[in-house]
């Protein structure tokens, strides 16, 4: 196509990249489907292993299928000596989503056989990465408070266990199963802008864990991930409910833009932010910390006022804010459990993009300057 004849898809919006089996959002309607299961359906009922292995072969697993795959992951969990020397030698140096990219690039550093990229050895550096992310997240906490990494426990599942070496305490049934739930919900999202960028990546034939750390530096920014963080730094900011109609007025008056609010594909509210609110009564119920999802609902009633006639509405990352708070996990890891999550996602599309690889090599319209005469440096004016 000539340049005369092209035009800009800013922010690539409505632009299709790649087929896919393995997730479909209808933003009017509201719906999420994971290769064909509503989203609503797998938070009730599913594990986030079970989610995991139906991302990675677009159907659930068997018994035997699962219980193979629970130990594939209990085996990677821990961490390695350059991984722990690593997050020790960072502590107090860089935030956690940096850490968790380090570390990440360091495990591929490990790994001989990164630049292996058939199935089934792309299959197990997924497992690898998706096992011990949580690890590298909880242990990175752990030295910036000052205390001793927790080691993973092979009796609990894949977020009770996360919990535990978080806080170095067994999570409540309650709240393994909501923190079940939230990684359930944020496991895969279509092509989001961190999956795509791993997809970019990827494209070159460059390996899984270049894709990856290209995904969590994606993921970090506040209009992708970086949003729950920021929901809760807005809830501490408004600080109590009587403040939120002055806060939000004065807020958006002067430009901000509400975090958590508002997609790209939802022109409803987000189906991840119904669940996620269910679950914030539940939590309410027993929570210390109930009173930032009691501001949260407030402030989603204000917000929708506000922004009535307009199609911005709560997105995963609102009440995924005050859930998390509810769990007693710092703001800071918000972002990065969200990359907990997503690896299951982000390395299924790996799978498919390697499977049937293209580079990835759009094209900019070029509207600067033509025809100019070069000029030797001491002859410009
Ligand atoms: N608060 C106030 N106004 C907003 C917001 C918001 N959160 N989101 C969009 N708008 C307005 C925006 O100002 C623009 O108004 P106008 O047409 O008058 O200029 C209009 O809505 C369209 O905005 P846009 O930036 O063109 O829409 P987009 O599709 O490019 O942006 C978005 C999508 C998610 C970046 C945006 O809604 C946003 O910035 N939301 C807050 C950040 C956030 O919560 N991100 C997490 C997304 S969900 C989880 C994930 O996938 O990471």
Known sequence: MTQEAATVARGLEGIYVAETKLCRIDGQKGELVYSGYDIYDLADNSSFEEVAFLLWNQRLPSRAELAELKEALRRERPLSPLNTRLLNEMNGLVRPMRALEIAVT?????????????????????ALLTARMGTVVAAFHRLREGKPIVAPRDDLNHAANFLWMLKGEE????????????????????????????IVTASTQSDLYSAIAS???????????????????????IGSEDNIEKYIDEMLASGERMMGFGHRVYKTTDPRAIILERLGHQLAEVSPEAKWFHMSTKLRDYLLQKFEGRPLYPNVDFFSASVYKMLGIPNDLYTPIFAVARIAGWSAHLLEQYADNRLVRPNALYEGADNRPYVPVDERG
């Open 171 to 198: 999570p409540s049934e309650l709240e393994a199963h909501i923190f079940n739930v939230a990684l359930i919900l944020h496991a895969e999202h279509e092509m989001n802008a961190s999956t795509f960028a791993a």
């Open 106 to 126: 360091a495990a591929g550093a490990l790994d001989r056989n990164s630049s292996d990229l058939s199935q089934p050895a792309l299959r197990r550096q997924a």
């Open 215 to 237: 995904a969590i530096g994606t993921l970090k920014g506040p209009l992708h991930g970086g949003a729950n963080d920021a929901v809760f730094r807005t809830l501490q900011a």
